[in-house]
């Protein structure tokens, strides 16, 4: 259970470790829904997306044992930047697994940030398999990018800023993947501002998490086949818990109105964000009456695309 | 002659119509470069560059006559929309004439402003030709893009936040087409931030402010070919008296190194700027040295590219 020391403790230990993430308006963008938008950029936090603060306040969760073995996950995304830069920040040894595929820019990153790659096949079992390998190996501590408790307590911190900084805020909109954000962010609501509707994200093509909580029983996944590939992966069941009872809904959107959401905010707000980030804006734009007046928060969750 | 007191009631006359846009950094630039920098964000401006700073100058120094016959001028650019802009705040008519072959985008931004476009053929002529008719029909007073005071006064305002922001900034580098921007940066620091040196950068392929400067003779214009388009027209006479008296030098780079730092830009600051905003810290990376420990600002004059 997370509670809210939890996520006190984490944002103080966070600190000057992470950016406080600007957030930015459009007058474009309200006049467009009726809403009055807040955009939290996590596109700009360090290593590209809100990713950098579950993997770090992960790493300073370890016990001196933990911290001399190292840490490892497996991943074809940005929690293996964020994994590799955070451990990199505190001399703590990274051994990330990554599918042979992964895209060249991914693999320079995870490098760049000094950690050792171990490359796998694209399918999960051989992913899950090298990385238990590598945990027999070296007794490194596997930190999971999103059904774990110091990762959500990390991603609770992005939500916590945005409620230092904005006040009564109606709505908080997150995309959702494995649940991390939506989780964290639901549980900064419950306990810093309980009037604010929370609410997740979900490209059509990937809703699990839509169809688990509108069924109430965790569902499996779908094929990882939408553009927002920071949301192919399956909800996790710890964050289901905390989705179920602090979550007020969640929203369905196509893969074209991720695509022209996604040019729109490069062409209108001049900023470089991924597909996933997209979601929540092009749910609001999809089905906007809830949200017409409103305060509306919407997390910008990363910005790592290939130019 | 532009004097100080002119550039403080620019600035006042601007305060809450135009963004105080944001100075940004970015560690991995630093290392990059080994100097200390600071981008100022004219990307996030008003109509995505700083060209609404001078264009909404102008219309604010209209008398009461001219506002009622309406501005006009010609662009296939950035100052096109400003000056379309800037015309709507103030509930002036705009006339903007364009080349036929314009970006449909463009066109469609001057027309959201609700201006008048007279299409014309790609000439310098016609479009000089298009103007006066425009000029003869309408009363309408030419607001030129950048051999112009209150233009010139407009861009100024732009340094002038930098240097309300940044103390002792040792350099400061912006783009160089037809010199407002670089003008009225070496004006504000002439009278605002005196040891600051002001630095033009230019394409190889637009050098004409490079040439002119280097010889104390106006050259004429090349042929407009650089990717960064906003950079394709010649110096203004007027710029560069300011120009030879306050900025201490010319820098070059060539299409290459534009793209290159362009990429680099969205890539790592998660921004999206057009090519000419790339070139001061093209320059820079291109020759660094006199930059390393020091404190640099670098003007991103703006965002407007075809996504």
């Given at each position: 259970m997370i509670i809210l020391s939890d996520i006190n403790e984490a944002a103080e230990r966070l600190l000057g470790h992470v950016h406080t993430t600007p957030i930015l308006t459009s007058k474009y963008f309200n006049l467009l829904s009726g809403a009055e938008l807040f955009f939290k950029c996590?596109?700009?936090?360090?290593?590209?997306?809100?990713k950098a603060r579950g993997a770090l306040n992960s790493v300073l969760n370890l016990n001196a044992t933990q911290r001399k073995n190292g840490v490892t996950t497996h991943s074809s995304g940005n929690h293996g930047q964020a994994l590799a830069w955070a451990a990199a920040q505190q001399n703590v040894k990274a051994y990330i697994v990554m599918p042979k595929n992964s895209p060249q820019v991914k693999v320079d990153a995870v490098k760049g940030y000094g950690a050792q790659i171990i490359f796998c096949e694209n399918t999960l079992q051989a992913r899950e398999d090298s990385l238990a390998q590598v945990m027999e190996n070296t007794k490194a501590t596997f930190c999971p990018p999103y059904n774990y408790k110091p990762t959500i307590e990390g991603q609770a911190t992005c939500a916590y800023e945005i409620f230092e900084d904005i006040n009564e805020l109606e709505f908080l909109l997150t995309p959702v993947g494995g649940g991390g954000l939506l989780a964290g962010s639901a549980l900064s609501a419950h306990y810093f501002s309980p009037n604010t509707q929370v609410i997740g994200c979900e490209p059509e093509l990937a809703k699990d998490a839509f169809l688990s909580f509108k069924t109430g029983t965790l569902q499996p996944p779908l094929p990882?086949?939408?553009?927002?590939?920071?949301?192919r992966t399956s909800l996790g069941p710890i964050n289901f818990g905390y989705i179920q009872n602090h979550v007020s809904d969640i929203l369905l959107c196509s893969e074209e109105e991720i695509k022209n959401t996604q040019r729109l905010i490069w062409q209108r707000m001049k900023i470089i964000v991924e597909p996933s980030s997209a979601v929540p804006l092009a749910c609001v734009l999809k089905n906007p009456k809830p949200f017409v007046g409103k305060k509306v928060g919407i997390v910008l969750s990363g910005g790592n695309v290939d130019i």
């Open positions: 996590e596109n700009f936090q360090k290593t590209g997306s809100f990882p086949v939408t553009i927002a590939d920071g949301l």
